[in-house]
């Protein structure tokens, strides 16, 4: 199994010999590929999805894998029981959901070690929810496929905190590590506010005016950051 390169920043972050819950799994590329290089014993595949599911139950069925991937239909943690993972695999969903599927049942939630997520949108949130939840990002990734960035935060249960608000937007540990893609990601979120206040320009509605003024001050907060990378 080869992972796109999203798929494979993901992976990459999964402790060796952990067992690992994939909630979401959709083909369950992720799953395969635990067990195919030996880096898990045991998958649990999940998906609310029966159509989803079916995929990778399509995938698996008949093969050596069989054994070793679990793969149960439910919603979030639902299917998972408390302590049977240490690590859990949320990808490829908004960060809201993400953040729900977390925060429904604590105590399992709390019974997980490592929590490898990775929000399409809604970032910021989702940082917000784990810093205001005990969580500690431990370590994060930007990945570019097909033109798009991708945020991979791999989170534990710990105290952290942010001491500006700007890194709940961009995560502290891509500074730290200086990724290699942050530069880019930034001047990109500032040219795409930049755009947007152009098309709010002449609109005087308080909304509008909110927004503009809420974006303008965005784009300050990156360029600092932006400044910081430079100055490294
Ligand atoms: C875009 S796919 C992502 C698949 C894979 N995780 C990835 O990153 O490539 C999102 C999957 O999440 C599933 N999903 C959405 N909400 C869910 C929930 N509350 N619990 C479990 N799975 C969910 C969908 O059915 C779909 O198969």
Redesign the pocket.
Known sequence: MRLSD??QT?ANFIPKNTIVG??????G??PIYLIENKISKKVIA????KN?LDKIINSVKGTKYEKDIDMRL???LDPIKPFEVDTV?????GGL?IRD?LDKDKDKRDSITNFIL?P?IATEELRKYLYENNFEIVDEKLVKEDGKFYEVIWAKKGKAYVDQDIYYEIGEKLLANRDPLLEEFLNNRIQMNEEILKELEGKETQRTMDRYRELTENIKELKVVLKKIESN
Do not use: F, P
């Open positions: 999203r798929l993901i994939d909630i979401g799994t959709d083909h590329y992720i999940t998906d609310i999805s989803s439910g919603d979030g695999v949320i990808a490829g969903m959901l599927i990775q399409n």
